[in-house]
């Protein structure tokens, strides 16, 4: 009888000790697959760098499939240009629920806060943590290293319904820039763009009442 006990709690210990190690390899293999985005393929379009795959929120936000029901999410290169240097970011916490719209995050920038919304609906799953340590990751590199989260998203095919994606993009893009134009260009005309992208960092150049109004506008805030 001893030795059978003996057995036995010999097969549970090798049972849970498998079972654990599996667990750390996936749990490693998730992580490394979350931390390490591939770079998207560009496509040049109307002055405009667009990655392939990629749908953006109006908010100027952007979401990409990343297999399953899981959708890495940041922020476009508009919005990017638009904010210039970033001092804090602060990202939802995982296991949060967020919705389409949604408060994703949070930054500072030139001494104004600004919020940015999800533009997908579901259970955030990873953070970039990157982000608390170097912000100026955010815009620096918005597509790769500057991701924000990962969302599962069970309804991604039907929430990307709203979004802007593939021959729609430049044009939509073209569009903001010239309501930038129009809002700033009485103010001060050396700061419109001329074609492509905002100037670096335009919104810390105008006086809060206008930075107020371009957040409105661009992130929906």
């Known amino acids: 009888m001893s030795i059978l006990f003996v057995l036995l709690m010999f097969l549970l210990v090798m049972s849970i000790s498998y079972f654990r190690s599996r667990a750390e390899v996936v749990a490693v293999t998730q992580t490394e697959a979350f931390a390490k985005p591939l770079a998207p393929r560009m496509q040049r379009t109307d002055g ?20 399953g029901e899981n ?18 970011v602060d990202v939802t916490a995982a296991n949060r629920w967020v919705r389409q719209g949604q408060k994703l995050a949070s930054l500072v920038s030139g001494g104004q806060a600004y919020e940015l919304v999800s533009p997908v609906e579901g259970v955030v799953t990873a953070v970039n943590h990157d982000l608390a340590k170097d912000p100026g ?15 599962k998203s069970p309804d991604l095919t039907l929430n990307k319904k709203n979004l802007v994606q593939g021959a729609m993009v430049a044009p939509w893009l073209q569009n903001n820039v010239t309501r930038l134009n129009g809002m700033v260009s009485q103010l001060a005309p050396t700061m419109a763009a001329d074609g492509g992208l905002p100037l670096p960092g335009l919104i810390t150049r105008v006086a809060p009442e206008m930075r107020e109004k371009l957040a409105k506008e661009f992130f929906l805030s």
Do not use: C, M
């Not at 760098?49 to 990409?64: C, K, L, M, N, R």
């Not at 990751?137 to 969302?151: C, D, F, K, R, S």
């Open 71 to 88: 959708a890495r999410v940041g922020l476009d290169s508009f919005a990017a240009n638009l904010l210039g240097k970033v001092d804090r």
């Open 137 to 151: 990751l955010l815009t620096n590199e918005p597509y790769q290293a500057g991701w924000i989260a990962i969302v």
């Open 48 to 67: 405009f760098s667009i990655p392939e795959g990629y749908a953006f929120h109006p908010g100027h936000t952007w979401v990409v499939a990343e297999g």
